[in-house]
């Protein structure tokens, strides 16, 4: 009861609130082009998000994974590129803003849906291949009621009996 009532209360806050009091778009270290990566150059997703088919979380890419095609200094003429060479050859990590994310409370696993469920990225992320800059925020939400909603209405139609409905499923 006190949940929904929390939750009521934040969505009439939420449209009351003037924008300027939101937090500011996020803006990553490096303005990274996936169109230019992925569609062009035809980079899989999981050279980069490498926990995405393996693991729970598909994980941002470290330097290291750049690094293997532009560590002998730059292959064009962009400032953004000069940016990524100066964290390969300095001692910092790029620290990329995660954004799509769900609560500590909720369990979701990569591996199982995009191994045993065959769910491409798209179902789930839009059409990242088509960015030519970083996302200012998720391409489709998965937070709150709504997000928990877009969770169990594929569920349910996937007809598969490993994807049930059930609280504990998802909430443990
Ligand atoms: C498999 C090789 C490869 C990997 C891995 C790779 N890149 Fe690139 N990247 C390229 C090539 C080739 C170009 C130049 C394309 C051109 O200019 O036509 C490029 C261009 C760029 C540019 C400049 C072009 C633009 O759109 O601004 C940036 C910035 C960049 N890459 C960032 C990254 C980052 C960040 C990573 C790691 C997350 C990364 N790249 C990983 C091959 C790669
Ligand atoms: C060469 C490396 C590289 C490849 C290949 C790549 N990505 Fe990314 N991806 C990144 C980087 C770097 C970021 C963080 C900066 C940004 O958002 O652009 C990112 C961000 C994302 C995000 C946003 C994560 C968040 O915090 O919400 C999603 C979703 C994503 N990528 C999906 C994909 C999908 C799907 C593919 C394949 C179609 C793909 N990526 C291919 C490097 C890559
Ligand atoms: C069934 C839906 C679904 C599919 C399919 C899916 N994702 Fe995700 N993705 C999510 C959710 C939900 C989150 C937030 C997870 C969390 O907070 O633990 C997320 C988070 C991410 C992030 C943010 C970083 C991280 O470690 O969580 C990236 C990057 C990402 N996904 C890439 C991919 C790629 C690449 C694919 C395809 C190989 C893919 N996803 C397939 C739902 C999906
Ligand atoms: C596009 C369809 C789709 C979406 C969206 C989706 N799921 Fe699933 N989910 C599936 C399928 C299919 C399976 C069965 C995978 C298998 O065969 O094991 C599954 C299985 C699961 C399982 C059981 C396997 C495990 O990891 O324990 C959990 C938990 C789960 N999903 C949580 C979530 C959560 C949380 C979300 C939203 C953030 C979500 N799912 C969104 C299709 C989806
Ligand atoms: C398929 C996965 C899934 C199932 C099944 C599921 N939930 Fe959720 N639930 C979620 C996700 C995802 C969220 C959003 C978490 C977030 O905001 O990050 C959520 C959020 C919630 C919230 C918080 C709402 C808010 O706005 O913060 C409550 C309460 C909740 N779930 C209760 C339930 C109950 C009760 C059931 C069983 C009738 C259930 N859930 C079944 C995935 C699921």
């Known amino acids: 009861m006190s949940t929904h009532f929390v939750f009521l209360a934040t969505c009439l806050l939420g449209a009351v609130l003037p924008t300027s009091l939101h937090a500011a778009s996020p803006q990553q270290p490096i303005a990274y082009n996936h169109n230019l990566h992925v569609s ?14 393996s693991a729970d979380h598909a994980t941002l890419p470290p330097k290291e994974i750049c690094a293997t095609c532009h560590e ?21 990590p790029i620290e990329w803003i995660r954004l799509t994310r769900v609560s500590e409370h909720v369990h979701f696993s990569h591996r ?45 139609e996937s007809g ?7 609280c504990v499923l998802c909430h443990r």
Not at 73 to 89: C, M, Q, R, V
Request: hydrophobic share 30%; net charge negative; proline share 6%.
């Open 40 to 53: 062009e150059l035809e980079i899989p997703c999981t050279e980069c998000h490498i926990g995405a088919e």
């Open 72 to 92: 002998d200094g730059p292959i064009g003429e962009s400032d953004e590129e000069a940016k990524l060479i100066e964290f390969i050859e300095g001692p910092d």
């Open 112 to 156: 199982r849906h995009v191994k045993a469920g065959q769910l491409l990225c798209e179902r789930c992320h839009g059409q990242m291949a088509e960015h030519e800059v970083p996302i200012t925020r998720p391409a489709i939400s998965f937070r709150r009621e709504i997000g928990m909603q877009r969770c169990i209405a594929c569920h349910k």
């Open 160 to 166: 598969n009996a490993r994807a049930t409905v059930d």
